[in-house]
Nanobody
Framework: QVHLVESGGDWVQPGGSLRLSCAAS????????MGWYRQAPGKQRELVAA???????VYAASVQGRFTISRDNAKNTVYLQMNRLKPEDTAVYYC??????????????????WGQGTQVTVSS
């Protein structure tokens, strides 16, 4: 099991930017495929971005062109740069390992354990 700690969430006005971080506890981080999920009130958790151990990325249509996922294996950390934020991006954001065929529709969480997440609120 990989222990994950998300941070960087905040309140921001529409059009603003935030960068989320997810620090992993294990030194094998570099071989793990990672994903950022979000859960808005009353909605199911959804995958918004994923990155392979080699750096390939995939995005949900709702965030394509606005969000960028990246990783720093030396720091055991994965990031989510979020630009041009919209009120509908308001959610608790989580990271997790991922597994499966590398598309947004087919990837699944690799671990049943979820961290505490980080709250992103976009409003004026």
């Amino acid at each position: 099991q990989v222990h994950l700690v998300e941070s960087g969430g905040d309140w921001v006005q529409p059009g603003g930017s935030l960068r989320l971080s997810c620090a992993a506890s294990r030194s094998i981080f570099s071989i793990l495929h990672m994903g950022w999920y979000r859960q808005a009130p009353g909605k199911q958790r959804e995958l918004v971005a994923a990155i392979t151990s080699g750096g390939s990325t995939v995005y949900a249509a709702s965030v394509q062109g606005r969000f960028t996922i990246s990783r720093d294996n030396a720091k055991n950390t994965v990031y989510l740069q979020m630009n041009r934020l919209k009120p509908e991006d308001t959610a608790v954001y989580y990271c997790n390992t991922i597994k499966g065929i590398f598309t947004i529709a087919t990837l699944r969480p690799g671990d049943d354990y979820w961290g505490q997440g980080t709250q992103v609120t976009v409003s004026s």
